[in-house]
């Protein structure tokens, strides 16, 4: 299994990073701090770290700087609401291997993680499939029986999450925040609006209805 380690201090965030993660069959650890993040990141217990640089104690800069400093080549992605081009030049130079700013949807932290833990030796899954729907991970290709079909990137990152969970039923809640991230407004109805582009994209009958609870692809 792949172990993650999640460096960040708001508790919320940590937990919903770490929540999806095991949605998806990584193996995530939570720490809080940076001492515990250098102690944790040089164990080489890890695959990957996603990282905050506003962490207490030591700050993720540091803590970056100290595992880079032991030989570690073990992929870091940061994770924060530090979004200024100092701040990306600072991280991307120091070593990390992405730089990803808050807010942010899951989806496309679960894509930038797995693109940096990906192995150039060994074949991974590229394309989901289902009915005769289908999504190249790599080329961006959607196919619908075997006819091409053009999505937007929200359009793509909620069709992923539909062909990686076939028959099962996804709430709204959840669709919201894999697809739109953890800050979007609950209240909002944009899961309905892009359900029914897509829908229009893949045809209606794809995309089930199952009232009070959500959407089902079939």
């Given at each position: 299994?792949t172990?993650?380690?999640?460096?960040?201090?708001?508790?919320?965030?940590?937990?919903?990073?770490?929540?999806?993660?095991?949605?998806?069959?990584?193996?995530?650890?939570?720490?809080?701090d940076?001492a515990?993040?250098?102690?944790?990141a040089?164990?080489g217990?890890?695959?990957?770290?996603v990282?905050?640089?506003?962490?207490p104690?030591?700050?993720?800069?540091?803590v970056?700087?100290?595992?880079?400093?032991?030989g570690?080549?073990?992929?870091?992605?940061?994770?924060?609401?530090?979004?200024?081009?100092t701040?990306?030049?600072?991280g991307?130079?120091?070593g990390?291997?992405d730089?990803?700013?808050?807010?942010?949807?899951?989806?496309e932290?679960?894509?930038?993680?797995?693109?940096?833990?990906?192995?150039?030796?060994?074949?991974?899954?590229?394309?989901?499939?289902h009915?005769?729907?289908?999504?190249?991970?790599g080329?961006?290709?959607?196919?619908?029986?075997?006819?091409?079909?053009?999505?937007?990137a929200?359009?793509?990152?909620?069709?992923?999450v539909?062909l990686?969970?076939?028959?099962?039923?996804?709430?709204?809640?959840?669709?919201?925040?894999?697809?739109?991230?953890?800050?979007?407004?609950?209240?909002s109805?944009?899961?309905?609006?892009?359900?029914?582009?897509?829908?229009?994209k893949?045809?209606?009958?794809?995309?089930?209805?199952v009232?009070?609870?959500?959407?089902?692809?079939?």
């Amino acid at each position: 299994m792949t172990r993650i380690l999640v460096a960040e201090d708001e508790d919320r965030i940590a937990q919903f990073v770490r929540k999806g993660l095991r949605a998806h069959g990584f193996v995530p650890t939570v720490v809080s701090d940076g001492a515990s993040a250098v102690e944790h990141a040089l164990s080489g217990e890890y695959d990957l770290m996603v990282l905050d640089i506003g962490l207490p104690e030591v700050d993720g800069f540091e803590v970056l700087s100290r595992l880079r400093g032991s030989g570690s080549t073990m992929p870091v992605v940061i994770l924060t609401a530090r979004d200024s081009i100092t701040d990306r030049v600072t991280g991307l130079e120091g070593g990390a291997d992405d730089y990803m700013a808050k807010p942010f949807g899951f989806e496309e932290l679960l894509a930038r993680i797995r693109l940096r833990l990906r192995d150039p030796g060994r074949a991974e899954q590229e394309v989901l499939e289902h009915g005769g729907l289908g999504l190249d991970l790599g080329s961006r290709r959607v196919t619908v029986e075997g006819r091409s079909v053009d999505l937007s990137a929200r359009e793509f990152a909620l069709a992923e999450v539909f062909l990686r969970n076939p028959g099962r039923v996804l709430s709204r809640e959840q669709l919201l925040s894999r697809v739109w991230g953890y800050d979007f407004d609950p209240g909002s109805n944009v899961v309905d609006v892009y359900v029914r582009y897509l829908r229009r994209k893949i045809g209606t009958e794809r995309i089930e209805t199952v009232r009070g609870m959500g959407y089902r692809l079939v």
